[in-house]
């Protein structure tokens, strides 16, 4: 690691405009400080008119993006950086656009065999011009109850409704368009609640250990994630050493399919029969005192600044190539 | 890097989590107050929060005049001082009460952190878990917190334009005594009501302090935009009514500014012993350092002057947002006209649920207060209180039209899905759209 190790500033980039933006600005502070307590300059900045100016005037930097929704994790600022020839944590552009949007992501999953749940997803368009009473039924037909309502283009459980019959469908739908303008319908999935975080140092991925979620509620939503003490966490997961290593397999496979880069997260439902099932993978996930991944990797036995600063390094030596 | 197998850890991240007090439980982050923090950004026009504009506050004299300060009498303002708060500050307190024809001796009254500090002290020596607080409905967000936090049941009271129903607030307080309820006091705003910017009439304020003295009910009333009446001269207070049966609460804030989190509670003689007996036990004293830099702003500069300035600024600010909102809500909407203060409360059209269009508006670089956040019972799902206290006028304007678009959007949406037009949005049956008092 030391032949490839970065010694310029590094700049996290947290904040944004998003619905996340208050998630953002905590991962940020987490990560910035976590690199300074490996030794490394870091520079805190926000999404602003000021940053291109900001990565210009800087020698050899490394941008570690820790925007959540929007354009942080769109794909967007990921064409920027690579437009700016400046090196950054994450993935690609294109891979960061199919992984964000779930009603691409899902697919691509689902067609390497990986279980996901049966779903659809829908431009509010649709329901003006198809007619609402219809799709709503088909929706029901077709998918059965409960549901799960979520915009495609969004984090942290934002606009995401359990819906338990079709008259609750509606009022869900109208949630999820709240945040987007296009929603994702799919059949609830009930069992055991996991994350999986993934990371790519030395080439090849390497699975986390995975986290089990057990919200105090019974819902695994916004309060629940990033109020401490509502939600239990079991890391790694009282699952069988099967099922882990399913979960692990599942999660790399997701990752590799989508065409991440040096990390993400997955998130998985292990139904009562043992199988896992894909939900969504996130190519920046949160880095907050109450999140899954900074929690994955000290349960691998690995300090949270030393990844972070190896992810940095990762990312620059990736661009000296 | 190669990972070692890993040892299970099972934690809920709060290690205190079993420990906390009762009264902790319900502190949660919450998606709406995350939103907010989209609303700090440049790009979206807050209509949100509270905050006062002072920057049209004379700096460069009140530098100069704070530096004469810390040169001078540095050693007394920098030391600790009295729990009741000095005696220079409590004398231009009556001052500065005397404007709202509150004449009042400087013994009592008792020098808080902000007036947010004197109804925390109040409601602290008053309540204990399970009395009830009448408020007006909707109230002030920031004093259902503090009741809150000692547990009080709050039971609003209703409210039409001219404020409390004084009929509702007999009803409440027989009703409540009868099912054995210790029914511990009123919490009122009679000027420019935060969130509605409603005032009480005169003959309302008659009423209500009757009502209260009848049913020997204590009147807490908060008064800290009385003097920033954009029409007309400042109402008698309620304490200029009934000194015996009301605390009076007060605050530089809004007419000097808030940073110095200074203001006060007037209160009995025997109250305010027990209120400076608390804030001994709170704090040990007020700020003292802020204490002698207000009182030297109230004697060396024109702070009557400074008020007027206010009221024009904040007229044409009001004036915008009510111009705004005639041209840009859609159809089914209705406001409140205020004559002084920070707010305007608005009513949507049917089905609209406020806080469940947050999002929306954040995407179009809008914010506002959803109306659910000043009820403690969950109603005000069709309201949202809008400020108009900070934006420059041309940015309120601004907001007004994209608030337009944003509602307009969602009556679509509600249209394409059939929603029910009389149904609120929340599953809670209990909850829904309050009672319209524009």
């Known amino acids: 690691m030391t032949e490839t190790q970065h010694h310029g500033p590094i700049v996290v980039l947290s904040g944004g405009l998003s619905h996340e933006r208050d998630v953002s600005l905590r991962s940020g502070r987490r990560v910035a400080q976590a690199l300074r307590d490996q030794g490394r300059e870091v520079i805190e900045s926000d999404l602003n008119a000021g940053l291109v100016e900001l990565i210009g005037g800087l020698t050899d930097p490394v941008v570690f993006p820790l925007l959540h929704g929007g354009v942080g994790e769109d794909g967007g600022l990921q064409q920027v950086l690579k437009l700016l020839d400046v090196a950054y944590v994450g993935s690609t552009p294109a891979a960061a656009r199919r992984s964000f949007n779930k009603a691409i992501a899902g697919p691509l999953v689902a067609q390497a065999g990986i279980a996901t749940p049966k779903a659809v997803a829908l431009p509010h368009d649709m329901f003006r011009e198809l007619g609402a009473a219809a799709l709503v039924a088909a929706i029901g037909e077709r998918l059965g109850f409960p549901l799960m309502v979520k915009p495609a283009r969004s984090g942290s459980a934002l606009g995401c409704t359990v819906v338990h019959s079709a008259a609750e469908l509606p009022a869900a739908m109208v949630g999820a368009y709240s945040y987007g303008d296009v929603a994702v319908v799919e059949e609830f999935i009930s069992g055991t609640e996991v994350a999986v975080g993934v990371v790519v140092l030395d080439g090849e991925p390497a699975a986390l250990p995975a986290v089990e979620i057990r919200p105090q509620s019974g819902v695994y939503d916004y309060t629940a994630r990033y109020t401490a003490g509502e939600t239990r966490f079991i890391v790694p997961a009282e699952v069988s050493d099967e099922i882990a290593a399913a979960c692990a397999s599942l999660a790399i496979t997701a990752h590799q399919v989508l065409g991440l880069g040096t990390l993400s997260r997955a998130d998985i439902i292990v139904r009562p029969d043992g199988e896992p099932v894909f939900l969504e993978v996130n190519s920046s996930p949160g880095m907050t005192e109450t999140s899954l991944f900074p929690q994955a990797v000290e349960a691998a036995g690995t300090d949270f600044g030393v990844l972070c600063a190896a992810l940095v390094d990762a990312a620059w030596a990736a661009h000296q190539r | 890097m190669s990972l070692p197998e890993p040892s299970r850890r099972d934690t809920r991240l709060d290690h205190y989590v079993d420990t906390y007090a009762e009264r902790t439980h319900g502190l949660q982050v919450?998606?709406?107050?995350?939103?907010?923090?989209?609303?700090?950004?440049?790009?979206?026009?807050?209509?949100?929060?509270?905050?006062?504009?002072?920057?049209?506050?004379?700096?460069?004299?009140?530098?100069?005049?704070?530096?004469?300060?810390?040169?001078?009498?540095?050693?007394?303002?920098?030391?600790?001082?009295?729990?009741?708060?000095?005696?220079?500050?409590?004398?231009?307190?009556?001052?500065?009460?005397?404007?709202?024809?509150?004449?009042?001796?400087?013994?009592?009254?008792?020098?808080?952190?902000g007036s947010q500090q004197a109804l925390d002290l109040v409601t602290r020596i008053f309540i204990d878990p399970g009395d009830v607080i009448l408020a007006e409905g909707p109230s002030?967000?920031?004093?259902?917190?503090?009741?809150?936090?000692?547990?009080?049941?709050?039971?609003?009271?209703?409210?039409?334009?001219?404020?409390?129903?004084?009929?509702?607030?007999?009803?409440a307080v027989v009703s409540l005594r009868a099912a054995g309820k210790r029914v511990k006091f009123l919490y009122t705003i009679p000027n420019f009501q935060n969130p509605t910017g409603v005032t009480q009439s005169i003959q309302r304020r008659q009423a209500i302090v009757a009502v209260a003295k009848e049913h020997d009910l204590l009147i807490i009333e908060d008064n800290p935009y009385g003097l920033l009446t954009l029409e007309g001269q400042p109402m008698p207070a309620l304490r200029s009514m009934d000194a015996d049966n009301v605390i009076y609460l007060g605050s530089f804030s809004k007419t000097f500014a808030p940073g110095f989190r200074i203001g006060w509670a007037l209160a009995p003689h025997a109250v305010r012993e027990k209120l400076t007996l608390a804030q001994e036990a709170a704090t040990l004293a007020p700020p003292v350092f802020s204490q002698f830099a207000i009182s030297t702003y109230l004697e060396e500069f024109d702070w009557r002057g400074q008020i007027v300035a206010f009221r024009d600024m904040y007229r044409a600010r009001r004036d915008a947002m009510l111009a705004g909102l005639a041209e840009h809500m859609p159809e089914g909407s209705t406001w409140t006209t205020p004559n002084g203060g920070f707010f305007v409360w608005v009513t949507l059209p049917e089905g609209l649920d406020s806080q469940a269009m947050l999002p929306r508006a954040v995407s179009a670089r809008v914010a506002y207060t959803p109306g659910t956040a000043f009820y403690a019972d969950g109603l005000g799902s069709r309201n949202m209180r809008l400020s108009f206290c900070f934006p420059t006028p041309e940015r309120i304007l601004e907001g007004t039209r994209r608030l337009g678009e944003v509602i307009s959007a969602e009556l679509e949406m509600n249209r394409t899905f059939g929603i029910d037009p009389g149904a609120a949005r929340h599953h809670d049956l209990h909850t829904g759209p309050a009672p319209d008092i524009s």
């Open chain 2, 30 to 113: 919450s998606a709406v107050r995350a939103l907010f923090a989209v609303a700090n950004r440049p790009e979206v026009v807050s209509l949100a929060g509270g905050m006062p504009n002072i920057a049209d506050l004379p700096r460069v004299e009140l530098g100069a005049s704070m530096d004469r300060l810390i040169q001078e009498r540095g050693v007394q303002a920098m030391q600790y001082g009295a729990g009741q708060g000095e005696l220079f500050m409590r004398e231009h307190i009556t001052e500065v009460m005397a404007e709202e024809q509150v004449h009042a001796h400087p013994d009592d009254v008792v020098v808080t952190c």
């Open chain 2, 140 to 171: 002030y967000v920031g004093a259902l917190g503090t009741f809150h936090a000692y547990q009080a049941q709050v039971v609003h009271v209703g409210m039409d334009a001219e404020g409390i129903e004084p009929e509702a607030l007999r009803q």
